[in-house]
């Protein structure tokens, strides 16, 4: 996602030579994501294919071994989870040529997996030179697996509060609700359609984004009547993504744990903060800590307490008004690209002091 590069410009810009490694294109439920090259100054980004894109676990890079070998690194910073191929290849790779290696991870579900992940697994909290958690739920579940090694609790990016920021005015419209987002059952979202079907007055529904649950939740709206005023839209590229918060007054990702998943982060909760936009969250996985004091939390798969929420925002201006100011702040304070940046940046030099 091109937006989020400039968490590479902002970590080149404290004095680190890098070169960032990504595939050419994602494949997932939505179809395939090409690279969106946006935010390049500072730093190279170059691409090498990789065999089985869009399998999460098993997926590797073609001549990453060769790239290494050419770039010399003194830290090779892998963001993958450790009981996945590309991450073992990776650390391979940085324990060939003695760089110091750091792998990333989101998982937040203290989960056991069969051989041979669990085997790769444990080798990997045992090559790797620090973990960087993205939340303190993900750290709580490497300690429970006894990773010992240093661990810095880091969002994987951040957001730019230039780009990411609050409309300037407001046009006439009735009370825009937001969902942007993967369209699968575990976001929740046929649960957003049911809670504004039950809200008066005048309300819209805007649904931005790709997956196969569309067709089943464009034929839920019109079976509960709502249809006219919910917009469904197909994906965007990231660098317009700022523009579409504009869009509507309020954000609401109701996620629902499953017993493989529960919410890692939410990243779109920060974009919506850092642009003025309230927002309302299912207490799945990390939403509670990304939101703190800056939205609502309702329990998760509780219908009536969404819409309620969704109501009390509509028609309670002073909250609304703290909401927006409170959740600009937070964004800027704890999930800004230069905080992001700083905090990886000082795990480099105490890597390298290592050395």
Not at 15 to 41: F, H, I, M, N, Q
Request: hydrophobic share 40%; glycine share 10%.
């Amino acid at each position: 996602m091109g937006i989020y590069q400039r968490k590479c410009e902002t970590i080149a810009a404290q004095g680190v030579e890098l070169l960032a490694v990504v595939p050419p294109s994602w494949k997932d439920e939505r179809g395939e994501t090409p690279l969106e090259r946006a935010y390049t100054r500072g730093y190279r980004l170059k691409t090498l294919p990789i065999v089985r894109s869009g399998d999460f676990h098993l997926h590797f890079y073609r001549d990453l071994g060769a790239q290494i070998n050419q770039f010399q690194p003194d830290i090779l910073h892998i963001d993958e989870e450790p009981y996945n191929l590309s991450a073992w290849q990776g650390l391979h790779h940085a324990r060939r040529i003695g760089a110091k290696s750091v792998l990333f991870s989101w998982q937040n579900l203290d989960r056991r997996y069969p051989p041979p992940f669990s085997w790769g697994e444990r080798w990997a909290l045992k090559q790797a030179d620090a973990l960087i958690a993205g939340t303190e739920s993900a750290a709580e579940v490497w300690r429970r697996k006894g990773y010992q090694g240093r661990m810095p609790v880091i969002a994987q990016f951040g957001t730019d509060g230039d780009l990411f920021h609050p409309a300037q005015s407001r046009p006439e419209r009735p009370f825009t609700v937001g969902y942007f987002g993967r369209l699968v059952a575990e976001k929740g979202v046929s649960l957003l359609l049911e809670a504004v079907a039950t809200i008066n007055g005048h309300w819209r529904l805007v649904i931005l984004g790709g997956g196969p649950e569309r067709a089943a939740l464009e034929a839920q709206a019109k079976h509960l009547q709502i249809a006219e005023r919910v917009s469904f839209h197909a994906a965007v590229p990231s660098v317009e993504m700022p523009a579409q918060y504009h869009n509507i007054d309020l954000l609401a990702l109701p996620s629902l744990t499953r017993p493989n998943w529960k919410e890692q982060f939410g990243r779109v909760l920060v974009e919506a903060i850092a642009s003025g936009v309230p927002v309302i969250g299912s207490s799945s996985g990390a939403i509670p800590g990304v939101i703190g004091d800056a939205g609502l939390i309702v329990p998760e798969g509780d219908t009536a307490a969404l819409a309620a929420a969704i109501e009390k925002l509509r028609d309670d201006g002073p909250l609304y008004a703290e909401f927006k100011r409170k959740g600009r702040a937070r964004a800027l304070a704890e999930y800004s690209h230069e905080g992001v940046a700083e905090k990886t940046a000082a795990l480099y030099r105490e890597l390298a002091a290592r050395a």
